[in-house]
């Protein structure tokens, strides 16, 4: 039976639709924590990536030339979402919403160097797609971007602010939130905003630093914030009591505590880490589960 297609209602935004059945503690909490970093929580993961590497390898020999680290915690992301999608809501002038689709920002330097340009990009993916598609989106927008000079709308957008003197642009600035609280911000600065989005992820592996818990931003609407580390060794005992040194690479997580009960945000965190521990899991399908309305 064809499902019936979601009608837009007042109250709704261009982003997303809002959340009408919630628990009445989960509606008024964003009315007493009011700020996402008065409702910040924060967790952090150890992996074992002896099957990443494999599963990478794998990847590499079927023609995902550059496949890594990186793809893995994007698909994992994309199929937790398909099937917690909770963990892609949002929280914008004291409403819970559901976003649309799947929003990944990442801050890329155009260059390796300390001086280079940098810039965001921002992925739209859907909950089903592969680790196949997420590789390919993600790569493209990625090499579209890396060239010098205000290549995408965003750097436009900044250029045209950093213009602004900083009396009027506090201004603008206070404007732009009146706009988001309303939900009356334009879709071209929805769709270019490095702070509206589904999960923004950093890799200090790239700077060979251990990763860090990075703040959320008060400003737009992004709830989860991911860093994860430059690879380490640990021994580890094996179950027949001998110390084996293995690889590891740590990830930390800032949460919006408001979008959805701990419960939930549990089941979506071990339902991440098995996927890691377990990646070629990625490559099976899974029902996709609506969120609440």
């Known amino acids: 039976m064809e499902k019936?297609?979601?009608?837009?209602?007042?109250?709704?935004?261009?982003?997303?639709?809002?959340?009408?059945s919630l628990d009445p503690l989960n509606m008024v909490s964003p009315y007493i924590m009011k700020k996402r970093n008065d409702a910040s929580n924060m967790v952090s993961v150890s992996i074992d990536i002896e099957n990443i590497e494999k599963y990478i390898k794998k990847k590499r020999a079927e023609g995902l030339k550059g496949f890594g680290l990186l793809h893995v915690m994007l698909a994992t992301y994309v199929k937790t979402v398909a099937q917690r999608p909770g963990v892609n809501r949002f929280i914008s002038g004291q409403k819970i919403f559901a976003r649309n689709d799947i929003q990944v920002m990442m801050t890329?330097?155009?260059?390796?160097?300390?001086?280079?340009?940098?810039?965001?990009?921002?992925?739209?993916y859907s909950p089903d797609n592969s680790p196949e598609d997420v590789y390919r989106i993600f790569n493209k927008l990625v090499e579209e971007n890396k060239a010098t000079g205000d290549k995408?709308?965003?750097?436009?957008?900044?250029?045209?602010?950093?213009?602004?003197?900083?009396?009027?642009?506090?201004?603008a600035v206070w404007l732009l939130n009146f706009l988001d609280y309303f939900g009356w911000l334009p879709k071209f600065l929805l769709?270019?905003?490095?702070?509206?989005?589904?999960?923004?992820?950093?890799?200090?592996?790239?700077?060979?630093?251990?990763?860090?818990?990075?703040?959320?931003?008060?400003?737009?609407?992004v709830p989860l914030f991911c860093s994860y580390s430059a690879k380490r060794?640990?021994?580890?005992?094996?179950?027949?009591?001998?110390?084996?040194?293995?690889?590891?690479?740590?990830?930390?997580?800032?949460?919006?505590?408001?979008?959805?009960?701990?419960?939930?945000?549990?089941?979506?965190?071990?339902?991440?880490?098995?996927?890691?521990?377990n990646p070629e899991k990625l490559d099976i399908p899974v029902e996709v589960v609506p969120d609440i309305y």
């Open 4 to 20: 019936k297609k979601y009608k837009r209602k007042f109250g709704d935004r261009a982003d997303g639709r809002k959340i009408r």
């Open 108 to 124: 890329i330097k155009k260059e390796m160097k300390l001086d280079a340009q940098e810039t965001c990009v921002k992925a739209y």
């Open 152 to 171: 995408n709308d965003l750097d436009s957008v900044a250029r045209i602010l950093n213009y602004i003197p900083g009396l009027f642009l506090k201004f």
């Open 191 to 221: 769709r270019v905003s490095p702070f509206h989005g589904s999960f923004y992820i950093t890799s200090m592996g790239s700077l060979g630093i251990p990763a860090i818990y990075h703040h959320l931003y008060n400003f737009g609407n």
């Open 233 to 277: 060794y640990e021994y580890v005992l094996n179950k027949d009591g001998v110390a084996e040194k293995r690889k590891f690479v740590d990830f930390k997580f800032v949460m919006d505590e408001r979008i959805c009960d701990g419960h939930y945000y549990a089941s979506a965190l071990k339902l991440m880490c098995d996927y890691l521990k």
